[in-house]
């Protein structure tokens, strides 16, 4: 099996073990530095980040590892090298010439050094190897967590230290202008501020967190990839931004942080009807995260499963970014119920396929992880990847 077939948390130490040694093996020498950036998931709070709202994610126990050296002969001061044990594959760019337009995996590498040189933190000449136990194109972030680990090594090497938030907002143009993806600042925020046993509920608008304890022995977090992604045109998340930033302007709000739901359903016939539901899930959203941090604080677990299941629906019916796959994972999850020791659960990330999260009772995700795959291989022929994970401490430096 693959690490994307492993249920527990894959350890660290072992992850940066198996990184130095390939890197020994492709470069023929030891590396200097390590460093960790993980992934997330998202427990409510979805498309609310570039509306200015809340969400309300965790750094999950999954890390993008990069060890890294001075290259053995003297190479040009601007060169690197960058071998990715997932494409066993060595790519080389120049630190003088970043290439923004040119698009491929070494694209969220190049752009984070080129923040961090804008920056003043100039690294110099590096070997790297690039090894994650994120899965890519699961909606966990697996981009985030290779741009913070980025920013993290050029610290490491250059003994500087970024403040984290201006460290996820590096990240983050990196992934506008060189991944040409306009994401909000969540996956980046968390790959960066992650804490170990905290949720972060972020308010996006003033770009601070607040550290909230996950500590209930009862309960767990319950990550299943539906291992199906859409062929999209990539079209769709630009096109929900510039939806949402349409119906602000049309309710005269700055964001749609700024509207009320009482406020937009007096000013409804403002927006035509798709508008109007794309307003209606962030606005609605946006309070749900707010609600459910205070319920998940105070231990109210049926209101948090209401909460989850509620955020789902908006998602899908006004947002319209689910698909048939997560739809059919979150009936199971709802299928089995409290009664069967499932708290809630939901799609998490952009859409369009990727995973969803549950919160289940502890004890009994292993059981409820097979329910709801014999459910999903039943409804669709396809298998679920089913993981587990406690809130994970962020983006570090492991050695150097
Ligand atoms: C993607 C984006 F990168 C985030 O910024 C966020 O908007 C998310 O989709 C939806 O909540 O992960």
């Known amino acids: 099996p693959t690490h994307q077939d492993e249920f527990q948390s894959p350890s660290l130490p072992d992850q940066v073990a198996a990184a130095k040694g390939r890197y020994t093996e492709v470069f023929g020498n030891p590396p200097h530095w390590v460093v960790a950036a993980p992934g997330r998931v998202n427990l409510i709070g979805e498309h609310t980040d570039y509306n200015a709202g809340f969400v309300f994610p965790l750094a999950i126990e999954r890390y993008t590892v990069i ?3 001075r290259p053995l002969k003297t190479a040009a001061s601007d060169a690197v090298r960058v071998h990715s044990t997932l494409f066993d594959e060595t790519a080389e760019f120049s630190l003088s010439n970043l290439e923004p337009k040119r698009r491929d995996w070494t694209s969220y590498l190049r752009g984070a050094f080129a923040g961090c040189i804008e920056r003043g933190l100039h690294p110099g000449t590096l070997d790297l190897v690039v090894d994650s136990k994120v899965p890519q194109g699961g909606g966990l972030s697996s981009s985030a967590a290779l741009e913070v680990a980025t920013a993290t090594l050029v610290e490491a090497v250059t003994g500087r230290t970024l403040d984290p938030v201006d460290k996820s907002r590096l990240a983050q143009k990196a992934e506008h202008e060189y991944a040409g993806m306009p994401c909000g600042i969540m996956d980046q925020f968390s790959s960066a501020l992650g804490a170990a046993g905290k949720l972060l509920l972020i308010d996006c608008r003033t770009e601070t967190a607040e550290l909230i304890p996950l500590d209930d022995p009862g309960v767990a977090v319950l990550v299943i990839n539906s291992n199906v992604k859409h062929e999209l045109t990539g079209s769709e998340y630009p096109e929900r931004r510039a939806q949402c930033e349409q119906s602000a302007k049309l309710l005269g709000a700055a964001t749609l942080r700024d509207v009320s739901s009482e406020q937009l359903e007096a000013n409804r016939a403002k927006l035509d009807p798709l508008l109007y539901r794309r307003a209606h899930h962030v606005v609605g959203e946006i309070e749900r995260t707010t609600r459910a941090a205070a319920a998940l604080q105070a231990g109210d677990w049926p209101l948090v499963g209401e909460l989850m299941y509620a955020s789902h629906a908006s998602l899908r019916d006004d947002f319209e970014v689910s698909c048939p796959e997560l739809d059919v994972l979150v ?34 995700e292993r059981e409820i992880a097979d329910r709801i795959g014999a459910i999903y291989l039943e409804r669709t022929g396809l298998t679920a990847t089913p993981f587990v994970t406690k809130p994970a401490r962020g983006a570090h430096i492991v050695e150097g």
């Open 67 to 69: 060890a890294a050296g």
């Open 331 to 364: 009936e199971a999850a709802q299928q089995i119920g409290a009664e069967g020791g499932v708290i809630g659960a939901r799609m998490t990330g952009g859409g369009f396929g990727g995973c969803i999260v549950a919160l289940v009772r502890a004890g009994r």
